[in-house]
């Protein structure tokens, strides 16, 4: 028997494309087992994958309530620790509901729910259930994001001044290519929420600039809009926004920038020095100090110059790349390395995103929403995420 | 006796960084000469300036008007037939007009004068005397961007969907460097104009955007405010913005982001595919096609991928790179060109730019600070550009 | 009970840099799990391994003979089906002979063998056992690598002309940077083999040649040497070389590069355009053709461009970075492929590499070496790799 | 009267790619004037060049020889001082030995002579001549190039270990392409000399090499040929050489890799750390040192951390990039400090370079060709540079 955290799983059935990286995630490190899962609302194509991940058919289950409650059944040695969501953005919301009811931590794909009132909704469940609450905000979860945390909480770069941040994608940018799996529920708003390309990417971005600065974001001006004609949720838009401590900044995402992959990238002035990523090149941080040349921090076990804790995220020694898969395995070792000191009633480390996180998020989406619809007006975005 | 252009420059005096550029970028194709020049209001700098030039002390002038009335005296054969105007923002107007007054063209550091009504006022100038009147904006007599005009003109990236433009420079970023020659007067109301940082390089960023696309921006969303205390002008500030083909854009600009030189940077976004250029790197042109690898579009005047007038503004085959000076003396190229038409009564071509383009630069940027004087509400340029 | 190929281990204890590495790429796509090892010639540090792989202490074994007599006396639906080679390079023959020996597909960590004599000793002991044996050539496992070698073979290129291949590293570069254990191993000939640098990193840059031309080298001119004092093999070297359609190439391997981290990179000329690859920004493909654009492909599983090969290579979407765990994984995949079939008795794919190759590579080290002792005059590879 | 330097051209007529280069380069610092000139061996096409300009009639000559004895027949005040020769390869040495027997400085384009012989013999005429003779090694006058020369010359990378330079073009990557009027000379042994790509671009790479570096090289052995069916000299080659430290170095030069434009590029391994620079992105200098992130150097008089004599070889300030007629004209510069030195009679500056770099040069394509004619053994090269 192996000491492994074990980990359930809902969605992410044959086909599913994030559902396969989740578990090459969730596994890569060798500190998480998955055994049980309900993978899918096919029970046929939920078989399949649990058969292909070699768990027995009894844990293999057609809905998430009995899962929750048959896994709760079992052992205290034997049952699943942590569920992790992946479903479609709907169903956020109450399988993580069920299973921290049923008493399991939970690990969820972003965003926490569809709307600011059910994840603060969620939030008041989580606080009740005295469990651990992760959300896979993947791209602050690389390396060199972290590297670029540090630098600023260390004051390396003086007090942040601007922000720029863009998250330009080209995968819905004609009206066919609304017609995919992955494209329908995004694109409808019963299934994604009250917002498209806010909701699913510039929640990235959003988070991306709280994580990487340690600034809350507290002001939004926004116009969102929809380019391609019949889509009922935003495929583009923009906003200029404020920090905690007065900073500016401008964000802007998309879904309908053809040619565009996945080129989000973030730019953060400061009153010594600038810093520059992107998450195409992820290993790397642009430095510019006044006075000095520009430096390439590269990511790097062995890296002597990096932050203790950047090291320590990094697998392979400078000049072995790492990827996405391990940005998001980085999220699982640390939620992980939580579950297990719960289960051995110790301290955990802090896993380093939250439902605050996801909260926060949220207001950002409703706040450029209701910006939108005001003529760009700023919306103060405090009393949308801690509302009396 | 040589068959060149005869030009005549008000400003530029020894130490000054930008008359040396403009003197080089003029004389580089052997197409102009200089002949005449009030390089300075200080007699003593001026006269070493024109020593080193090899003008004969008749012709190097200690005020601006007294040269333009003893050069109109002049035979047409010897009188300067342009002037180069390249004093601080406050004479630009003046110098200009003077110059009018007196029958020589003009071509015009920008912007073209402190604020919008100036501009205007020098509009009605222009007009009245039939003459040529150019502004350099430089950074669009790139030739990748004039790659970027023709392609998008040409409807190879479908419509533009949505613009990002940055120009993040670092040189302002503390009160200490407020105090050079250079620093002192942009960042005075009285010399700079009504705006510091978006007058004086929005304005670039503004001119790229409309160069570039070949569309007018019709409505800003402006943030502008002043991040060094004490500064009396802006210094930093980003807008949302609308094209009139109703794409929108966002446009940030900024001289206090420590440790960045002069990076200008602009993507365009259509429904086919983007663009991506950037002034450091200027001989490349980023494009990215749906369904395509990305390509680099490389400047030089053997590639035969490019468009005809791009090839004809490289003097280099490809791989030898071109700068800044390069594109300066594409505008005095053309320039002289339409002089020379001129001069020759025959048809000229059209210079790529002109007072119309100022016009919409200083709109933008009385535009700008209306809107962050007004909660960044929504600003129509229209009515500035062309009030009844 | 999963339908997982069941791997045995030697090599990568606790501590060892690349036995993690291995681990990871093994499971990540949940085709392989790990059911023995013999991690350590410590065993108390092999027990440590074991146990947290979660094996059981009877499948962790102090020494590989016995794992392997033991291995083979298990159940065929139990045993381990290959055993994964992870030790330093002395080890890799005689565990891998005691691996077919008893009926054990390989696959090893690169190279082969210490020397050429003992890598052809192998391939006899392979041809004999009917098994599978790969070596884990890891970076010309890389999706983009094979998108160069399947345009070349497509003819793409036209005939390939010139090669140019470096591997610039900087870990070994002073005398006190020896003394890793890692480092010490890879220094000392009873250990590493007849070469240092060749042996370890200049044989990757041979099979990244070979694999993505489709060529195989057949004559080298080297210069190789030792630039810190008191090392016993080369630390650093470079040689020119000719593959076997005559077209030439260039190959630098160095491991005193100061600052350098693992910069490996290809540049390959053919008569109708140019290829350029680097490791440390792997999911890109420079794609230069006359008269057009450069081209920069992209890795992405959607990447509707790339071959269709290639794209089963990758794991995720374009604009999602995969590295070199994923490359590692690739070779694993495969090879998990072939067993599989050997398992089921049906047709296996080529895994892409093989004992040849590594013949082929200790046949370039021992040229190389060959040469530099006399000169640098040309030696013809294959009477070495080929012997009558 | 102005006080500029006063040059004859021979070469560069109307249609001269490089003529245009070298006038734009002279006159770009305000420094010299073009005062006479052959053109053209064409008398009609020399007419119109000189008439473009501004020349007058009797300063435009048909024949070389005319030019030299006329302009020696001017007085001190009004003749040309020195001869810039853009000439095909065949003329050079003719050219700058007749103007040096006049009295005038010479300026050359590389190689100074089409054999090492003669270049020989020309450097006893300079000798004897004791007049100021310049080669234009262009890529080495570029600023970042003598950034590096001056951190090595400094210590700051240790020792110099190896260098690796690639000169790959491929403008005569077929038959077809050579047919233009730039081609046919350079593959025509009568007019380029005892070989065409290694004489044409292989110079200017081993150039780069002892600029950059301050090494001599010493040793090389080489392997060139003629990719191309017909042609009678080499088109494609490859070298390892030897420095005068004892480092190691590969050198590449080709014109036939298809889809190349202008390729140099160099790095340079020290005990310390390493520098990367490329032609065609020049403003950047990559500097890789131990235990530090990767540091650009990039161009620019503003930037402080640059040493003091590249800031002076910088005409705009950090982010304005210049090009290859800045570097051209850095030579320019130069040389006319020096003439005007010796107009003034005083201690003129080292031009940084001369005909010993110019000897050199034809030594190594010497050596280049009888290591490859000779099974590549490694051939010295000192003996050929300074022969008994």
Redesign the interface.
Known sequence: ????IRMGMVGGGEGA?IG??H??AA????QI?IVAGCFSSNPERGRITG?????TADRVYGDYTTMMRKEAARSAATRMEFVAVVTPNALHLPVATAALEHGFHVLSDKPAARTLEEVLSLKRTIIQSQLFYGLTHTYSAYPMVLQAREMILAGQ??SV??V?V?Y???WL??AEDGYSKQALWRTDPTQAGESGCFGDIATHAHNLVEYATGLRMTEV?A?L?S?VAGRALDD?????FKLENSA???L?A?Q????????LNI?I??????LFWQ?????QLQ????????????A?ADC??LNEKVRSRC????????????AFANIYRDFAIQVRAARNDTVAIDAGDSIEAGVRGMAFVRGAIESSNN????VALEPLWNPL
Chains 1, 2, 3, 4 share one sequence.
């Not at 028997?1 to 492994?4: D, E, I, L, S, Y």
């Not at 058969?51 to 768990?55: A, D, N, V």
């Not at 697998?315 to 391990?326: S, W």
């Open positions: 028997m192996n000491n492994r494309f396969a990286i578990r090459m596994t890569l490190d060798g087992e058969e292909k991940l070699g768990l770069l003086g001044r601007r720029a863009a330009p994608q080209g940018s004609s001006c116009d809009h380019v583009d838009g923009a906003a200029l500016r900044g401008t802007m998309s309908i920038c053809a040619g565009e992959g996945n080129n730019s002035y400061g009153e010594k020095g600038s998450q195409q090149i992820p290993n430095v510019k100090r006044k006075g000095r040349p520009m430096e390439i921090f590269q790097g002597v110059y697998r392979t020694p400078e000049g072995h790349p790492e990827g996405y898969i391990e003529h760009s007006r700023w």
